[in-house]
C-alpha cells in the first residue's frame, strides 16, 4: 500500500484542495477537488484531486476546523490581554 492509499484511507487530510473561479463580485466560488497529506518527512505533500479544474489551478487551504480553533485562539489571547489591561487600568492612581 503506498503513501497516499494509507493516507486517503483514514487520516485526516493536512489540506482541502480548491478550484476557486473568479466571480463577477470579486468573492470567487470556491469548489472542493480534493485534498492533500503532508510526507510525514515534511519533504513534500500528496495530492490526491477528484476532479480537475478546468484553469488549472487548485488552491490548497488548511482544513477549515483547524483555521477557525487558530482563529478562536487568537481571540481568547486577545480577550485575554485587554482584560488584563483594564485590571492593571483599576489599579493605577488617579
Not at 497516499?4 to 468573492?27: E, H, L, M
Not at 482563529?71 to 490581554?81: L, M, S
Request: net charge negative; glycine share 10%.
Amino acid at each position: 500500500m503506498s503513501e497516499q492509499d494509507s493516507n486517503s484511507a483514514g487520516n485526516r487530510p493536512d489540506y482541502i484542495a480548491y478550484s476557486v473561479r473568479d466571480t463577477r463580485d470579486g468573492k470567487g466560488d470556491w469548489n472542493k477537488v480534493g485534498a492533500a497529506w503532508e510526507h510525514h518527512d515534511g519533504q513534500g505533500i500528496d495530492l490526491q484531486l477528484d476532479a480537475t479544474p478546468v484553469d488549472g489551478r487548485v488552491t490548497l487551504r488548511e482544513l477549515r476546523e483547524e483555521r477557525m480553533n487558530s482563529y478562536e485562539g487568537e481571540r481568547q489571547d486577545e480577550n485575554t490581554e485587554r482584560s488584563s489591561e483594564r485590571k492593571e487600568g483599576r489599579g493605577r492612581a488617579r
